[in-house]
């Protein structure tokens, strides 16, 4: 497996476990433990301070990819298989509903700008 592939996966990873600590933070059947370390994780995540600041090149970025993964992990082991599962489900739906969301959102806008520029060729033409 190519080094693209394998940071593919681990992007398409990441992106599942942080959908799947969104929606374990409002599941009523995940213990309000996990929720909160879920809600806890996903404000690290967000806040602007960090354990060690992003600015310091590599060592900004290592915090998070120490500390996210480990907190998703301890968030699985508190929430029952069941669950889970479910949380899986409902993530990957999530996560191609945003997929098709962005490709509508990039078709109106290129429609957008093609109508802009034709407008704008057509005023610039006019006055030639």
Known sequence: MTLGARLQRWIDAA???VMIMY??????DVPWAAKFLAAAAAAYAL?????????????????????????????AQLI??????????????????????VVGLIVVVSIWLALAAAIWFAVVASHD
């Open 23 to 28: 929606l374990a933070a409002r599941h009523p």
């Open 15 to 17: 992106r599942r476990d």
């Open 47 to 75: 806040s602007p301070i960090d354990l060690i600041p992003d600015f310091i090149p590599v060592l900004g970025l290592l915090d998070e990819l120490i500390v996210i993964p480990f907190c998703f992990w301890m968030i």
């Open 80 to 101: 029952p298989e069941d669950v889970m599962e479910d949380l899986r489900v409902r993530a990957a739906a999530r996560i191609e509903q945003v997929s098709k969301s």
